[in-house]
Every structure is written in structure tokens, then in C-alpha cells.
């Protein structure tokens, strides 16, 4: 039996009437892009995902149209006017899929926190079972009230808390449909297969952070969801494509960028390191402009730019010099912006990518070190608004966000730790190059240590 083609089909018709404003919470910008940016993008990057199919709202087809023109998508195929209902837009998705059988994955777009895990593994799931849906479970008590009296208490075991994407075996989902034409009380595919006993739904587990943006409170939520959020390293990532590609790490003369150095070489790269003790210094946007042109002209070309590059130095601010402090920020901060900046010229040629380095410290202010957590903070921020920059260049950059690692700057500020309790740099160093060979951007990569 041929491969089953897999359909992405996120709705986006909806008015927004429980959002209460001018425009529907579709086209509302979180993060630098509109929520169905977001969204189209999960499934642009998923590689289970062979077409998407998207349902929009007739009278907003034109700023459809314009989001559609500025990004680069290249799995979208239809963009088709919805229905009144959920269940109708649903429905006009599904029907304009012509091939005999396929999987198909129906998906709010108010639901721009999918992730890819969730995706694969309901395209798993499918291989199986003919109908998919994701939950998790309730962590509160639901009560069932009547003119404000509870009169029924059921168990919380048996609850869970039903999110999106959906998924079936075409067939199926278009039999139960057609079941359901005059039934106009349903706004769930999945419950139209239980109602009509067409098929088991199997469960596959969702995540909390698939929240569903319905209310104008929910955009505040998003929005810093946005910018915490993370991906763990691409452990599935093959280091081939490493092979004769051109590197360049600032502080790659010890610690973290050393690893990547001695990793990178083993894997056929051309190596370049810099650091202070090679007569570079990342403070000066000069130094860093002469030291990429003295490797691009001996290479002709750069395909990556890291800056592991960075001190960490503890004291509280009143009781610290201002000038130590003014050091830490441009080091830890202003050299990553003299590090971009300069690397763009030569990344535009070769649609390259750049990799920065948070700390676990970037999501909360540490006492003691604010000027290093702060400028963590930065760090990532910085790579969240240059993603979306560079996206027009096909530039790339990401920020690893190791946990406590076993780095000689950490020893001298912290000194003797317990043994196995720190992650060592060679993993960090693994999980740099890997990320570097994604198609990811503007994302936070963690680094954690294997559990035992």
C-alpha cells in the first residue's frame, strides 16, 4: 500500500466574537507575526506533513492573501473560504481533498503553540487508529451546576481536557459528515465519531503550553509564552552536513566553544576561533569585522557564526565597580550584537546561520549575578526579533540555553562541584552543531543532561 498522504487543515474562519475586537484573533500580532503566522509555521516546519489547507474567513480573505505573499510557504496549496460554523468550515477542508484515502490533521489556528512532537505523534497514532484526538488531563475538579447549584461531581480521573490538532483517516471523517449533515449541535470532529460509534479515538497526549487564544487576556499569556519558550536539542540530527563547512566561534578558545572547535574538526569543518587571546576582541565591532574578512578571503565563504563568548562575575550592583559592570554587558551582550551585525554581510551569501548562548538564569533575575542574567535575557530576545530580520535573507539564528555546564568559567565561579551534577561540554557542544544544520530560527534550544 503506497504511502498515505499526511493533510494539514487548520481553521481559521472564525469572527472572534468572544475576542471582542475590530479584527479576529487570527490576524492579531504576538511576538512580531499574527497568531495564524505562528500557526502555519508549526506545520511548515513538520516534515510528517506533506500539504496544508487553510480555512479562512471570507471577509478577511485579503489580509489572508498579503500574509500569504510575504512569507515564503511553500506547503500551503489551498486557501479556501469557510463556513458559517465550525463544523462547516470543517466539513469544506475536508471535501476538497480528492485523494481516495489520506491522514488528515484538522487544527485551530488560535492554537499557535503546537508543537512538533504533539504532530508526530498523532501521524504515528494514525498508523494505527482511524480516528486521533489530543488531551491532558484536568488538574481541577469539574463541577456540573445548574441555576448555580452543583448537582453532579464526576471523577476527575476519567476528565481530560480536549485540545487540537484532530485527526483521521480521511474516509472516516467525511462518512461521519455526511452522517451529520442536519446536525448542527457539534463543534468537534471527534464527537461526531462517537456519536455515530464509526470508530475508537485514540488519545495522544497534549502539552499545557497548547493553550487556545480566545479572549483578549489570553494574548498577554501568549505573548510571554512567546518569549520563554524552548525546544530541546534535535537529537535526531545527523552531524553529516557539518562536512567542509566553514565555521567561525568567538570564544572558541576554551570552555563550550572549544568542544564545538575540536567537534567541528572531527566532522571535516574548516575551523576558525576567536577569543581575546588571539588578538580578538569581541567589544569592538572592528575587531570582529576583520577578523570574518580574514577568513572569508582565505575560504571564500562563512556558513556559521557562534559566539560562545562570555564572562560571569557575582557581587551586588551597589557594591560593584561601574566599570566592571559596563564590561559584563559589553561582552556578554554588545558582543553578540558586533558579532551579528558583522556576520550578515557573508551569511546572506551562503543563507547561513548564526548560534548565540543563554544560561538557564535568562528567565529570572538571579541575585548576585543581574548583570549576567540580565544580559542572558537579552541574549535571547536580541534572537527572537533578528529571526524574523533575517528571515528575508534565509539567515538562521537560535540560542542554546545549556543548564549548569562543566566550563572552566563556571569552576572559577563557583569552583568544586558535585560530581555528575553538572552537563558536560562536549553535549553542549554536539547540540550546537546539530542545531545549526535545522531549519530552525528565533528559537531557544535546551541542553539538559540525559536522566539515568
Known sequence: MDKLKNYGIILASGTGSRYNTDIPKQFVKIAGKTVMEHTIEVFEAAADIDEIILVINPDYRHIAEDLLLKNNYKKITKLLNGGDTRKESSYIAISSIEDVEANVLIHDCARPFLSQRIINDCVEALKTYNAVDVAIPSADTIVKVKDKVIYSIPNRAELQRGQTPQCFKLSLIKKAHELSRNDGNFTDDCGLIVKYDLSDVYVVDGEGENIKITYPEDIF?????????????????????????????????????KCIEDLALECGAKVFSAS?????????????????????????????????????????????????????????????????????????????????????????????????????????????????????????????????????????????????????????????????????????????????
Open 221 to 257: 499569556m501568549a505573548d510571554r509564552l512567546f518569549q520563554l519558550r524552548s525546544v530541546l536539542c534535535p537529537d535526531e540530527q545527523s552531524l553529516n552536513g557539518i562536512k567542509d563547512k566553514v565555521i567561525v566561534i568567538f570564544g572558541g578558545t576554551s570552555g563550550i566553544g
Open 276 to 452: 581575546t587571546r588571539t588578538g580578538c576582541d569581541i567589544t569592538s565591532f572592528d575587531s570582529v569585522c576583520k577578523f570574518l574578512e580574514n577568513v572569508n578571503s582565505q575560504c571564500g565563504k562563512i556558513d556559521y557564526v557562534i559566539n560562545s563568548a562570555g564572562i560571569l562575575k557575582m557581587g551586588k550592583l551597589l557594591e560593584r565597580d561601574i566599570e566592571d559592570i559596563k564590561n559584563d554587558i559589553n561582552v556578554n551582550y554588545i558582543g553578540s550584537i558586533n558579532v551579528v551585525k558583522a556576520s550578515i554581510p557573508y551569511l546572506q551569501k551562503t543563507k547561513g546561520a548564526v548560534l548565540l548562548f543563554a544560561s538557564s538564569s535568562y528567565t529570572r533575575g538571579r541575585a548576585l549575578y543581574s548583570t549576567y542574567s540580565s544580559t542572558k535575557a537579552g541574549i535571547v530576545n536580541l534572537s527572537q526579533a533578528l529571526a524574523e530580520e533575517l528571515a528575508a535573507d534565509d539567515i538562521r539564528i537560535n540560542v542554546i540555553n545549556p543548564e549548569r555546564t562543566a566550563t572552566p568559567m563556571r569552576f572559577k565561579a563557583f569552583g568544586k562541584e558535585p560530581e555528575g551534577s553538572l552537563l558536560q561540554p562536549e553535549v553542549v557542544a554536539e547540540a550546537s552543531l546539530k542545531t545549526l544544520l535545522t531549519n530552525l530560527t528565533g528559537q531557544v534550544i535546551d541542553v539538559r543532561r540525559k536522566a539515568k
